[in-house]
């Protein structure tokens, strides 16, 4: 298999640069090593930069790749001395969308990251909001709530309410369904006015049991008899109550919140 | 002020096209519209897609812009037909990478952000320490934190341990320093066995008195000489204990994170 070392060289987070690696799982036939040098603003560093790359492309015998945001042009056409294959967002985006925009772009580091950045502060309002609402710690303050999540406990509604609050600015509460709702038969009473903003998640039996066990194995709350009853009797459940759900099984917190973003159309700028 | 609008099309989430949303930051006085259309897979959402575009090129009188992720060949000359200013990313970086790595990239929907992807469990594992670790909720299990924030109350540490952990896969616990901390004139005692994982957060006292008066107006604990004390005696101990620290006045989530992770020298493959 062959071996590349790729690294993110910004003069800020290097986080834009970073998502970009995300594009790297489209290679599953090459092993990938990411190494990120945040901050990277001045000559000493970008020597310091070289020196790595050159020791990559030893190590892995085969150049690096470079996915690069660096603003200032000296540090810019420094680096790019080195034997590697570049990728530049500013020669590739930055640059060509100013000339279509008819304006220079601010080539200052740490642009794209700062808390002047759009909408930081509502983000950050959201993750408080969501942090305070989860697993239905309280009833209060749901009116605000953009978002609500419910389903069987352990199925995944915690860490897709984080992602949607930090990643979208998005207020999401979310409420376990426990055996007392499935007693009843109903949503919490508490629920019954936010219908229109509820999105449900479910989960495979097999897996859920899986999850469970992790916790608490051996207990009759893990057991796979009782995670297909708590599936069977939330997806009902739901189903009566006319709230539409996704599948976490086989699904990345980014998919769902995607998902959820489009089926409870909130308008979304991020 | 120029009105633009930017489509992310994607056949899958658009997150990753959706990162590059970051970029607009350089261009500030543009009045830049942010539209996500995930899920983009087939020829009629295309279709709608396009009607979207030639729609806000009316309301803008400027063409879109169209940052776009899509595999199936046949999709991506459909979108093309419309009149915008694209930016491919399979064109611009995966097809070229594929040519530079002398591999076919994979073409189906949504591979960026698939739980299949790159450390996906230890992204969810960390979430999940990193929220039963908040706030100094447990002292169990420090030994396997990654990082460990410390700080007065409300200067940051949640939201960049949960922005730690869901971006880079990072165990990150918090901890605040209380008054009893600030009387003892040292760390918690639990803490002192982990000292080369610690990192410190600070905060000018202005912006936290004006943060703690959202919550509880008024207060001792709020006002603005409370503030001045917590931090100076924050800062004492965390120099006495020698713990590097950063102001988390200005500074994003992401840049803190970036900060972190440099300081604390924690390899990250993210």
């Known amino acids: 298999m062959q071996k590349r070392t790729v690294f993110f060289i910004s003069d800020g987070t290097g986080i834009t640069a970073g998502a970009l690696g995300k594009l790297l799982e489209h290679f599953p036939s090459t092993n990938f090593t ?3 040098l945040p901050f990277t603003d001045t000559l000493d560093k970008i020597k310091l930069a070289q020196d790595a790359i050159l020791h990559a492309a030893e190590e892995d015998a085969n150049r690096p790749v470079v996915i690069m945001s660096l603003g200032d042009m000296e540090l810019r056409n420094s680096i790019k001395k080195s034997d590697a294959y570049f990728i530049d967002l ?22 794209a990251h700062s808390v002047m950045g759009t909408k930081y502060n509502d983000r950050m309002e959201a993750v408080n909001f969501t942090l305070n609402h989860d697993d239905g710690m309280t009833n209060s303050g749901l009116e605000e709530a953009q978002v609500i999540l419910i389903g069987v406990s352990r199925c995944g509604k915690t860490p897709t309410s984080v992602y949607l609050a930090m990643q979208f600015g998005i207020k999401a509460a979310n409420y376990p369904l426990i055996p007392e709702d499935f007693e009843r038969g109903t949503l919490p009473a508490v629920l019954h006015k936010h219908l229109d903003k509820i999105f449900g998640l479910t989960i495979k039996p097999e897996r859920l ?11 009759f709350y893990a057991s796979l008899d009782n995670c297909k009853k708590e599936i069977a009797t939330a997806e009902n459940l739901m189903r009566n109550a006319g709230i539409t759900w996704a599948d976490s099984t086989s699904r990345s917190v980014e998919e769902l919140s995607a998902i959820i973003l489009e089926k409870t159309r909130k308008p979304s700028n991020a």
Request: proline residues 6%; aromatic residues 6%.
């Open 209 to 219: 049991h899986a999850v469970r066990n992790e916790r608490r194995a051996g207990s």
């Open 34 to 36: 990411q190494v990120r």
């Open 90 to 111: 500013f020669n590739t985006f930055i640059d060509p969308l100013g000339v279509e925009l008819k304006q220079k772009p601010l080539t200052g580091a740490g642009i």
